[in-house]
């Protein structure tokens, strides 16, 4: 009898044993990816909508299972624009154990460059300020630097450009990343590209710039970069509709051309600029939501499974969102196929090994994103595009622009 | 004097010293040394995570300021709406050298309390500076003179290349005894070392309002003409109290660029001198435990009303300017129902419940 009791005692333990061990197996594993970003504040208007294509693409990977058994969490908190915030927010991650980590603002990007060094965590910033690459190994931007899209902005403008030295002014956020090409488009002046830097302003919260613009002609500028967010630049271009000084056709004399920065422009700025938009400039390595194609569908596939707008469904800072988290979850796809566990440091040896045929091509972008330990900008391609009746259409074909050492 | 020191119900003073003592009865000297044991050994008993270390080691720093603008607003009348831009200099203090000798310089890294010291010194320096015109100016028109000090440290801070055009400069890891202070020890270390600060700067304050320097600021704060027909200069004393309140400012800026591990503009601007202002107020003007818990409840609030931000965002997708409008409006909000229903602020429910337990179980 006793002998029954312990047999029975011995089996039923095993069983639990074996049970306990199976569920354990078969629950997965997560993953956890962590957000801050400017959801209130300033430039809070593109940090909305990227946060919202995070939080989307998040609920995708695990309702298609795209990582089998195993599930992404993704934590995404607002910082204001505030770098104190995203420090604050960076550590609540870090405590909560994740594995990748999503920056927004060059402020804080480049505040916080040592800590994302010292946790070795690899982080992929809203910001594409070169700067952000000097500071940290472990910072990788999405798609060319603002550096390289000023320097491709300047050169198709002295290429284009007909007539004497193209004078030109900059208007920028007040901020580092306002800030973040110009020196650089500086020392380009200075090493021999043929344009006159008339004027580099730091817009305020100005309703109306008649006085810079009419300043503007007075300099016989002809010319004028945007490095901000759309607003200041719908303000802008409502305010020279205002007093004509739009030019009709490129480089037109006595008129201002308008050309923006990735941020300065797209759909978003024609929603808010109207007609004022016709006519405008943009560099970016992102295709539209207005050009039909697979990343088009997809994008207004994701936003309408998730119940977003129409403004957010086609924003562009949507397509921005979509990208980067599509990059982190790509590094996690292509670890757990390699058999390797997931952590901080093989997600960032697959982010580095992410180039030639392994670069990683998101749909939305011209080009593929690609990275080595020479190159963490990722999508190396830009296309210019221009204003035209209210939709933003190529002009020419994608090009890679590699700034001068 | 009281027969029983530990339980004296009510005042039994016989000379002016008496009353002057820190602690009036032995009970006090017992309870404050309790909790100071508490905030040195919570730590060690439990575990918390790095984002909570952070918003307490702020907490402490905004103590550290608050404890310079009450001397200033509180104790000598004279309202500061520039605080921020004076925690900003002693930040910049530091910050400067890193610059200069390079973010690791043994100066930053290993002489850190120097340094700390240092800013609070220019931060005195830079706060009479800018209190000469409190000799000729009062009330709005001052509070001018330090808004203007406030626009002209961002100016400067913003466009001169020197200071990073107001990007974060960063400042190396510093070093104690035990070796280099790590990023795991971080927080941490820093929780002891402003804790040892505010413990020190509050009890110098205690200990100033004891003295005729301190008398001076209440004297010349409650009216300037009578404590100048007294014998005191309420000039001298103004600036006097703007240097001592820079020093402080001073010194909570250099904790501020060690625990960031950098100073950026954004940490001093106008908007935070309207909260370190909002602190002093809601703690409660011309009281020292204000300076304690007008922090504390407005760090914290603020961390609340960013949760409930964060909860109408991912409920009402629609309500993003309200989840943006929020913060400044409960900020508002705390502060006009402070002014209108306890211009004394919570140091006087300290008050109260201090004088409650005081003659408990009776009521008078």
């Known amino acids: ?405 | 004097m009281a027969q029983n020191r530990w339980l004296a119900t009510g005042n039994f003073f016989t000379s002016y010293k008496e009353e002057q003592r820190i602690f009036l009865t032995h009970l006090d000297r017992l309870v404050f040394i309790c909790f100071l044991v508490v905030l040195f050994v919570w730590p060690l008993f439990l575990e918390v995570g790095n984002k909570y270390m952070l918003v307490i080691d702020n907490i402490l720093i905004a103590m550290v300021a608050i404890l310079g603008l009450n001397l200033l607003t509180g104790f000598a009348g004279l309202i500061s709406i520039g605080h921020a831009a004076f925690v900003g200099v002693g930040a910049y203090t530091v910050a400067s050298f890193a610059r200069i000798l390079g973010d690791s310089h043994v100066l930053i890294t290993h002489a850190w309390p120097l340094m700390i010291l240092m800013a609070g010194g220019v931060g005195a320096v830079v706060g009479a500076i800018v209190g000469l015109p409190a000799m000729r100016l009062k009330h709005l028109y001052l509070v001018i003179a330090t808004l203007s000090f406030q626009m002209i440290f961002q100016w400067t801070i913003n466009f001169m290349s020197f200071f990073n055009q107001g990007q974060t400069i960063s400042i190396g890891r510093v070093f104690w005894f035990t070796g280099k202070i790590v990023r795991k020890q971080h927080y941490f270390f820093w929780y002891y070392v402003i804790l040892v600060i505010v413990i020190i700067l509050g009890l110098a304050v205690r200990n100033l309002l004891r003295t005729r320097y301190g008398r001076c600021l209440v004297a010349v704060r409650d009216n300037d003409r009578a404590a100048d027909a007294m014998g005191m200069h309420p000039g001298l004393t103004k600036v006097y109290a703007f240097a001592l309140s820079g020093f402080f400012a001073g010194v909570a800026g250099a904790l501020h660029a060690y625990l960031f591990r950098g100073a950026g503009f954004e940490s001093f601007t106008l908007h935070q001198s309207i909260s370190y202002l909002a602190m002093a107020i809601v703690g409660g003007l011309g009281t020292l435990v204000g300076s304690f818990l007008g922090p504390t409840a407005i760090i914290m609030l603020d961390l609340q009303v960013e949760n409930l931000s964060e909860f109408f965002k991912h409920q009402f997708s629609a309500a993003l300017d309200l989840a943006t409008a929020l913060r400044p409006l409960t900020f508002g909000l705390v502060i006009v129902l402070f002014l209108m229903f306890e211009p004394r602020g919570i140091a006087n429910w300290w008050r109260i419940v201090r004088s409650y337990l005081k003659l408990w179980p009776f009521r008078y």
């Open chain 1, 1 to 405: 009898m006793k002998n029954r009791q312990a047999t029975f005692i011995s089996f039923t333990l095993a069983f639990m044993l074996i049970l306990v061990c199976s569920s354990q197996a078969m629950a997965g594993e997560t993953y956890k990816i962590g957000f801050s970003g400017a959801m209130t504040g300033p430039t809070s208007d593109v940090g909305v909508p990227y946060s919202k294509a995070i939080e989307d693409y998040c609920r995708y990977v695990n309702d298609e299972k795209m990582l089998g058994d195993d599930k992404l969490e993704c934590f995404i908190r607002d910082d204001g624009y505030e770098t104190e915030k995203t420090k604050r927010n960076f550590e609540e991650y870090l405590d909560e154990g994740i594995v990748f980590y999503l920056n927004y603002s060059t402020g804080s990007s480049l505040a916080m460059g040592k800590d994302f060094d010292e946790e070795k965590i690899p982080t992929i910033t809203a910001s594409y300020h070169a700067g952000n690459l000097d500071v940290s190994n472990y910072a990788f931007l999405p798609i060319v630097s603002y550096t390289s899209q000023a320097l491709a902005l300047a050169d198709y403008l002295v290429a284009n450009h007909k007539g004497d030295t193209p004078q030109v002014a900059m208007f920028i956020h007040p901020s580092a990343f306002g800030r973040a090409p110009v020196e650089d488009l500086k020392k380009a002046i200075a090493g021999g590209l043929k344009m006159d830097l008339v004027e580099v302003v730091e817009h305020g919260k100005d309703l109306d710039n008649t006085a810079m613009l009419q300043r503007w002609m007075n300099k016989k500028v002809q010319y004028v970069i945007c490095q901000t967010v759309q607003p200041p630049v719908a303000t802008m271009l409502k305010s020279a509709q205002g007093l004509g000084v739009i030019a009709a056709k490129y480089g037109e004399p006595g008129k201002l051309t308008f050309l923006g920065l990735h941020y300065a422009g797209g759909p978003d700025l024609v929603a808010l600029a109207g007609s004022a938009v016709e006519g405008f400039y943009w560099t970016t390595s992102y295709t539209l939501m207005t050009e039909k194609g697979p990343g088009r569908d997809a994008q207004l596939a994701l936003a309408k499974r998730y119940g977003r707008d129409d403004a957010t469904a086609n924003s562009q800072n949507y397509t921005n969102g979509v990208q980067v988290i599509q990059i982190a979850v790509e590094t996690i796809i292509r670890a757990k196929a390699k058999g390797k566990k997931i952590t901080r440091q093989t997600l960032y040896e697959e982010l580095l090994a992410m180039n030639g045929y392994n670069a990683y091509n998101s749909l939305t972008t011209v080009g593929p994103a690609s990275y080595s330990k020479t190159d963490r900008q990722g999508v190396d391609m830009l296309q210019l595009y221009r204003a035209q009746g209210g939709v933003f259409r190529p002009v020419g074909v994608p090009f890679a622009y590699t700034p001068p050492k």
